[in-house]
């Protein structure tokens, strides 16, 4: 069977065309993308200070629905937990670079070697305000 020649020649010259066609069109959408994303960012944070000064979780206009929800996430703090498992004497969890293999952690959690409560002063805890804004199905009657 005969091998095609290709020219890497004619190869760079379609692809530069290409680029040189792509290339401004990418950087024009680009720039608009980011200066509509600076927008919405805006009115999204704008939005939750309003609905949450209101006591508003939810607010429906025309056919759009917005869901202000405040959520509570937990996260240790490395140092406190690595102390306190040490202290606990609990073998496999604490890693010599001094990090809690969380997996490890969980599994010695879920098996009963580790006390989940006695880690609560080893945690933070931070809300996290979600915005979901939906457009409402009209129904047809």
Not at 106 to 128: F, R, S, W
């Amino acid at each position: 069977m005969a091998r095609k020649q290709i020219s890497l020649v004619e190869d760079v010259g379609t692809l530069e065309e290409k680029l040189s066609r792509l290339l401004p069109v990418y950087e024009a959408n680009k720039s608009k993308m980011d200066s509509y994303k600076k927008l919405v960012d805006k009115d999204n944070k704008e939005i939750k200070s309003i609905m949450l000064e209101a006591g508003l979780r939810e607010f429906v206009v025309d056919d759009i629905k917005a869901s202000c929800l405040v959520s509570k996430r937990e996260d240790f703090i490395e140092e406190a937990l690595i102390a306190k498992l040490k202290e606990m004497k609990v073998p496999g969890i604490v890693k010599k670079k001094e990090y809690v293999d969380m997996d490890a952690l969980e599994n010695a959690i879920y098996n009963g070697k580790v006390d989940a409560a006695a880690l609560a002063d080893c945690q933070t805890k931070k809300e996290v305000v979600t915005l979901k804004v939906t457009k409402l199905k009209r129904k047809e009657g």
